[in-house]
């Protein structure tokens, strides 16, 4: 089973930063991307920021220019550097992998659990 693990949530005051970090364990045969997701209440899930093996990125419209996504293969880790926060950042994230956790199987999405993030003076 694979498992996606994230930390880094809180609450902060608007043009304030915060950076989330997510990790992978379990079986893993490789990872093909790893993403953040948001939901705030009474919108749907949205897709904040994407970023694939070979390094290429998608960004909200709403977050170009505010935040920041990484990647280190090595530790199965996603990242997300938020900055300049507004109140409509406010959600809860969610980790996102689309992953093979073996040879024979084909590729799956995975989730976190989820951490809040309040924005608010």
């Known amino acids: 089973q694979v498992q996606l693990v994230e930390s880094g949530g809180g609450s902060v005051q608007p043009g304030g930063s915060l950076r989330l970090s997510c990790t992978a364990s379990?079986?893993?045969?490789?990872?093909?991307?790893m993403g953040w997701y948001r939901q705030a209440p009474g919108k749907q899930r949205e897709l904040v920021a994407l970023i694939s093996r070979d390094d290429m990125t998608v960004y909200a419209d709403s977050v170009k220019g505010r935040f920041t996504i990484s990647r280190d293969n090595a530790k199965n880790s996603v990242y997300l550097q938020m900055t300049s926060l507004k109140p409509d950042d406010t959600a809860v994230y969610y980790c996102?992998?689309?992953?093979?956790?073996?040879?024979?199987?084909?590729?799956?999405?995975?989730w976190g659990q989820g951490t809040q993030v309040t924005v608010s003076s």
């Open positions: 996102n992998g689309k992953i093979r956790p073996s040879y024979w199987a084909l590729e799956n999405d995975y």
């Open positions: 379990g079986s893993i045969f490789s990872i093909n991307a």
